[in-house]
């Protein structure tokens, strides 16, 4: 009779001798060993959600050591948990918004997103006064100067859905939302399905389809593990509020490049906050309603 | 005894009411957007006579025009005596940095929008310090509507991106 648990334990310990074997036969190839160590912890890392605090600890200063001889450059990592009764909400005044992208290129810089192949949260809908067609809409517009007479413009980024489709079209749970509202995406356990972007109606997510290229003196280097770190390629990636900003209690930096004051950000549970301010007392609507994906991030009208 | 506690407990009462009813809040704003090297206003008018006339101005702020703000002229805002200040229309005087009062003598609903953080923009922290950025950092208060400006470019169509 064979004996399962031995063949099995005899199996594992194969591939185990193997895995050694390739990694030490790829060993040369690797820039330095350190590298290849680098490479070999990242590839056996667990699920950020499953980490101890010493694995997480330990995991920063890998990701620090790794982007210092990647970018020469001294990173600091952050992994901040959500603080205590936050539920981040946004809101944004499509009275006020001109079209400007400046909110576009902050984001851009702040997150440190790929330039070529050319990866943006935010995207800028233009619509013709008195439509609401997304379908008709333009976010190619190039004007000389902006508000062009007779259309609006309508942002859209992640609204951070409190029924996230795309959570639960993931088959690895490599994304999921915290406590604090915020839906992230553990770069580092993504396989780049891209099921999630399928499943997004709000074109939330971009995937990188190349390694990504960000200006040397550009680069930002307080960076959080599910936020702004510089992601690999092949991994699906997207708007986080500013996750490594707003858990410090500061502002997104879309809404800080915004010249016109249409963007408002803060805590829902708090019935002090301007978000809440702008909620109870105008009238707002979340985008796409009817597909009851209950989005955190509200769109108003007003002067 | 019993007068000085009496005292007290007035002197008490009066801070009290003065703090809830009396004083003003206060929001914190950042200095005001003033052309560099114009203020104080006072070291060049000093002396010089007030000219209340509507006229194009030619010597000296040229570049101020007002428009789309209805029928203004300097001293609706400006106090005449002392041009280092602002005049509200009860003869109260405001500093530069305290012009949303001025503001909001007329523009009331935006004022309370403003004050509640609906209207306009606040930089910092969400939570913890932040700064109210004034009417006037956005709104030029002699021509207040907003101006045109030059878009960020469009994004890369996705034909004619190039992935390596």
């Not at chain 1, 333009?138 to 951070?160: N, R, S």
Request: hydrophobic share 30%.
């Amino acid at each position: 009779m064979i004996d399962f648990k031995e063949k099995f334990v005899n199996r594992r310990k194969l591939i185990k001798l193997f895995a050694t074997g390739v990694a030490a036969a790829l060993a040369p190839f690797a820039a330095k060993e350190s590298d290849a160590k680098i490479d070999w912890e990242e590839y056996f890392q667990k699920h950020f959600k499953l980490m101890t605090k010493e694995e997480k600890e330990k995991l920063v200063k890998r990701l620090e050591q790794k982007y210092k001889e990647k970018y020469k450059k001294e990173f600091k990592v952050k992994i901040s948990d959500a603080m205590q009764n936050v539920e981040f909400g946004y809101a944004l005044n499509l009275s006020k918004c001109i079209g400007c992208r400046r909110c576009v290129y902050a984001c851009v810089k702040e997150n440190n997103l790929s330039r070529k192949p050319q990866i943006q949260y935010i995207r800028v809908l233009r619509m013709k006064n008195g439509e609401f067609d997304v379908e008709k809409s333009e976010h190619y517009y190039e004007p000389a100067l902006v508000p062009e007479p007779g259309y609006f413009y309508f942002p859209v980024q992640c609204q951070q859905c409190k029924k996230a489709p795309c959570v639960k079209a993931c088959p690895i749970k490599a994304t999921w939302t915290e406590p604090d509202g915020i839906v992230v995406v553990d770069y580092n356990w993504c396989i780049g399905c891209k099921y999630c972007m399928s499943a997004c109606p709000y074109f939330g997510r971009r995937f990188n389809r190349g390694e990504p290229v960000i200006p040397e003196n550009e680069i930002n280097t307080t960076v959080h593990y599910l936020g702004n770190r510089p992601r690999p390629m092949n991994v699906v990636e997207k708007c986080t509020f500013c996750i490594q900003r707003s858990r410090e209690g500061k502002y997104p930096a879309c809404l800080e490049a915004c010249p016109v004051g249409a963007r408002k950000f803060g805590n829902l549970l708090d019935p002090e906050d301007e978000i809440r301010q702008v909620i109870d007392n105008k009238r707002v609507f979340i985008f796409k309603q009817d597909l009851n994906t209950i989005p955190r991030f509200y769109y108003f009208f007003h002067d | 005894m019993l007068r000085k506690t009496k005292l007290l407990f007035l002197l008490f009462l009066f801070l009290f009411v003065y703090k809830n009813v009396f004083a003003k809040k206060e929001y914190p704003v950042p200095y005001p957007p003033l052309s560099p090297g114009i203020f104080p206003c006072m070291n060049c008018h000093e002396g010089l006579e007030r000219n209340k006339k509507k006229r194009a101005l030619k010597e000296m702020h040229q570049n101020i025009k007002i428009e789309n703000h209805g029928d203004r002229w300097c001293y609706d805002c400006h106090d005449e005596r002392n041009l280092d200040r602002l005049k509200l229309s009860n003869g109260e005087y405001v500093k530069f940095q305290e012009s949303y009062r001025l503001c909001g003598q007329c523009h009331g609903n935006v004022y309370n929008d403003w004050q509640k953080g609906i209207h306009g923009k606040r930089i910092g922290n969400w939570k913890g310090e932040k700064q109210y950025l004034l009417c006037v950092h956005c709104h030029d208060p002699h021509s207040p509507r907003f101006k045109a400006m030059k878009p960020e470019p469009a994004p890369v169509r996705p034909d004619k991106a190039t992935t390596h």
